[in-house]
């Protein structure tokens, strides 16, 4: 929370994404010019290097995340955004920073597809993505910013949840988030939580990589450190090297799951707003949330007795704390700018005694309060 003491400024939600990133310690981006991307990548250009840090524009996203996860194995903390061609082109290198266990935060603003679709409209066709877009059975965290002022603290988050579990971190926002200009209050550096990666506590020769421990995220040296670190994309042992052992394989990838599920307390994040005595709650994320917010108020003032969840984590999903938050709704309303890849989730984990109701909208349009009052009505 931003004293008020603090000068209020006029910021772009990209350019919060910038000044999050750099308040958490961020001194390495790597990335490809995309629209509605392009300003991170703009401002880092110009940002990062008075702070210490280094940018390179890569010459595609593929070797951008690649670049990253370099900088981050040599003990930078690390980011990349791009938007939903440039996601897609990053999924194997995303793999990659899940079985190696490096600390990576990318930033995906959503616009239209799929293919080139439409670069300068809003989306959330890439939720599904940010989940399952990579091969293989893995955790991620992915999270969804709203405002300009969530753009700030949830990039710093999306570091934070990046270095203490050792895992990529995918931060969602979308053409509207993006470039909405807003007045805010930014934290002094000393008030903003940083967290950073555990360091090895032994000497070289005791210090064993991918060992297992209570947490079950272990201590992550640099390179150039002196520490022997072996990275590689195939399942490995603690040492780092590559297994066929059926016992190896199930502990490590059995690991990897465990260190996100310890966090389910701290990593689930949602925020309710009238939900105390809903009848009908509005379950949303992104921009969308923003007007659902706003329907909300305006349902409440024709008598619908109706509040909102928004989900800032989308993924893990946050079962429990949604439940509990919808307990005493009799219906919920999934508004999302797709088909219906939010609502497959809210279906999955809601009681079957909740009525779930879709309202999508796929035309590169956001959608607005007036129609959401006006489903509000129907249900």
């Given amino acids: 929370m931003a004293s008020p003491d603090q000068p209020r400024l ?61 900088a981050s194995l040599a003990g930078s903390k690390a980011m990349t955004a791009t938007s939903g061609p ?18 990576l935060v990318v930033v995906n603003v959503m616009r239209g597809g799929p293919s080139t679709g439409l670069p300068t409209s809003p989306a959330q066709g890439d939720i599904m993505q940010a989940r399952w877009g990579t091969h293989g059975d893995h955790p991620i965290i992915v999270l969804a910013t709203s405002s300009v002022a969530d753009c700030f603290t949830l990039t710093v988050q999306a570091f934070n949840f990046a270095e203490k579990y050792r895992v990529p971190v995918v931060l969602l926002s979308d053409e509207v988030v993006a ?43 640099a390179f150039g450190d002196g520490y022997r670190h072996h990275v590689t994309g195939l399942v490995h042992d603690q040492r780092g090297f590559p297994t066929q052992r059926p016992e190896e394989i199930d502990a490590f990838l059995r690991r990897l799951f465990r260190k996100i599920t310890n966090g389910f307390y701290e990593i689930h994040m949602l925020r309710a707003f009238m939900m105390e005595d809903a009848e009908i709650g ?43 938050a919808c307990s005493d709704c009799r219906a919920v309303l999934v508004p999302e700018m797709n088909m219906g890849q939010l609502s497959r989730e809210v279906r999955r984990v809601l009681p079957d005694a909740i009525a779930i109701h879709k309202h999508n909208r796929i035309d590169g349009q956001l959608i607005t309060p007036d129609e959401l009052v006006k489903k509000l009505i129907s249900i």
Avoid at 50 to 59: K, L, N
Avoid at 96 to 102: G, K, L, P, W, Y
């Fill in 282 to 324: 509005i379950i949303a994320c992104g921009s969308v949330a923003r007007s659902a917010r706003r329907a909300v108020v305006m349902a409440r003032q024709q008598g619908i007795a109706a509040g909102l969840v928004q989900l800032i984590t989308l993924f893990p999903f946050p079962r429990q704390p949604l439940v509990a």
């Fill in 179 to 221: 470039h909405t200009r807003e007045a805010v209050r930014l934290p002094a550096s000393d008030q903003v939580e940083v967290v950073d990666r555990v360091r090895p506590s032994v000497p070289p020769e005791w210090y064993i990589p991918y060992e297992d421990n209570s947490r079950g995220v272990p201590a992550m040296a």
């Fill in 10 to 70: 006029l910021m772009q939600g990209n350019e919060a994404v910038v000044a999050g990133a750099i308040a958490a310690g961020c001194r390495f981006f790597a990335g490809y010019p995309i629209t509605p991307a392009s300003e991170i990548a703009e401002l880092m250009a110009t940002r990062l290097p008075a702070h210490g840090g280094t940018f390179i524009q890569m010459e595609d996203e593929i070797a951008s995340i690649a670049a990253a996860i370099g």
């Fill in 86 to 103: 440039g996601f897609s082109l990053m999924q194997e290198n995303l793999g990659f920073a899940c079985i190696a266990e490096a600390p």
